[in-house]
C-alpha cells in the first residue's frame, strides 16, 4: 500500500526546495492538505506567477519582472561604484543597513571548479561589459568570507583591475568562514564603511 | 529598495509550509528561481492537482482521490479490526513494518483542547457511526505516546466500549514522548503485536 498518486506527486515535488527530505516532504504536504488548502493555492499561484515574469535584470543580475531592476533603473544610483555580491539576499542585506548609493552586480553564486561554476555562470562577461565602458571608478567586493568567496573576490579583483577600475573589499566585522546575509546590521554596516583598497 | 512584486509574493506564499521560516522562504526562492524553473513549475502543478482532487476517505479519513482509499475499498482487509491513528504517515509505518491486516480511522490530529481541537475536529463522529454498525471487535490504540496522544486514546477507548468494542493499545518499544511515525521498524513491528487489551 502506498499514498495515493497525487499525494506521492506532491510529496515527490516539494523535495525540489532546497533542505527539504522525505519526512519534511510528507510533513509539508499534510499540513497543507489539513489545514492550509488556501494558503496551498496561493502558493502555487505565486510559484507560477514568480516563474512565468521573474527575469534576471539586464545590468545586474538581480531578479526582476522588468528589464532593469529598481536600482539600475533608478538614475540617483552612482554608476561608478559598483557593490559585487553572491546573491539578491546580499543586495537586500545592504540596502537595509547601509547607505550605500551606488549599484551592484548580483554573481547568484561563487566561483566553484568541482560543481562546474566557472566566469561564464557568474555573468562575469555582462560584469566586464559594464567595466569596459569606463565609467566604472570603485568595485566593491562584498562577496562571503569563505574559501570560495575570496577566491571569486581575488577574479573579479583582477577583471576590475584591467578595466582601470579601483578595487574594494568589505573587511571589518564579517566573521570569518561567514555568510554575508546572516551578519547583524551594525556589523555589516561597519564593515562597509571600513572597506579598504587592495 | 525592497525584492520585486512578484518576488516578494513567492517568498511569502512559501511561509505557509510549516517550519518554513523568512530566511529559508528567500532561499527556497532564489533557488528555484535560479536553478530549479522546471522543478518549480512541476510543484505548482502537483500542488494544484493535489488540493483540486486529494478528499478524505468516507470512511477513515485517510488522504485519497476516491471516496474511499485503497485500504477502505479492499474486501480482504478485516472490518472487525480498526487501528486508530494520528496522521496518515502512521498508517504508512505500519503498513509497512507489520502484517495488521484490518482497517485503520485516520485522526488527523490529536485532543488538544488548547488549540479548540476537541472530538468533532478528529472526526469521531465518523468513527462512531462505524462502531455503531456492530461490526468491529477490537479497536487498536495507536497514537502516539505523547500527553495529547494518551488523552486521546482514553477518549477513543470510552467511546469503543460504548459501543462494545474491545480496545488494546500498542505498547512495547513506543518511546514514551516519542512521535510514531519516527519509530524505527522492528520497534513498531514489536509495539503492535506486543498490544494488550485496556
Ligand atoms: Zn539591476
Ligand atoms: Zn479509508
Not at 499534510?30 to 516563474?51: C, D, I, K, N
Not at 564579517?174 to 546590521?185: K, S
Amino acid at each position: 500500500m502506498a499514498f495515493s498518486p497525487a499525494l506521492t506527486g506532491l510529496i515527490d515535488a516539494l523535495r525540489v526546495l532546497p533542505g527539504v527530505g522525505a519526512k519534511s516532504a510528507q510533513r509539508m504536504a499534510f499540513h497543507v492538505l489539513q489545514r492550509e488548502r488556501e494558503g496551498g493555492r496561493y502558493l502555487a499561484r505565486s510559484l507560477e506567477q514568480a516563474l512565468a515574469c521573474i527575469q534576471h535584470c539586464r545590468d545586474c543580475r538581480m531578479f526582476t519582472e522588468n528589464e532593469l531592476c529598481d536600482i539600475c533603473a533608478n538614475e540617483r544610483r552612482d554608476p561608478a561604484l559598483v557593490c559585487v555580491v553572491e546573491s539578491p539576499a546580499d543586495v537586500m542585506a545592504i540596502e537595509q543597513n547601509t547607505d550605500f548609493r551606488g549599484r551592484y552586480f548580483v554573481l547568484l553564486g561563487r566561483l566553484s571548479p568541482i560543481d562546474g561554476i566557472g566566469p561564464a555562470e557568474l555573468g562575469l562577461d555582462i560584469l566586464r561589459e559594464r567595466l569596459s565602458r569606463g565609467l566604472v571608478t570603485e568595485v566593491i567586493l562584498a562577496t562571503g568570507a569563505t574559501v570560495e568567496g575570496e577566491a571569486t573576490a581575488q577574479y573579479v579583483a583582477d577583471l576590475a583591475r584591467q578595466h582601470n577600475a579601483g578595487v574594494s573589499r568589505i573587511a571589518h566585522g564579517v566573521p570569518v568562514g561567514g555568510e554575508l546575509e546572516y551578519v547583524d546590521a551594525g556589523t555589516l554596516s561597519q564593515a562597509f564603511s571600513g572597506r579598504r583598497p587592495i
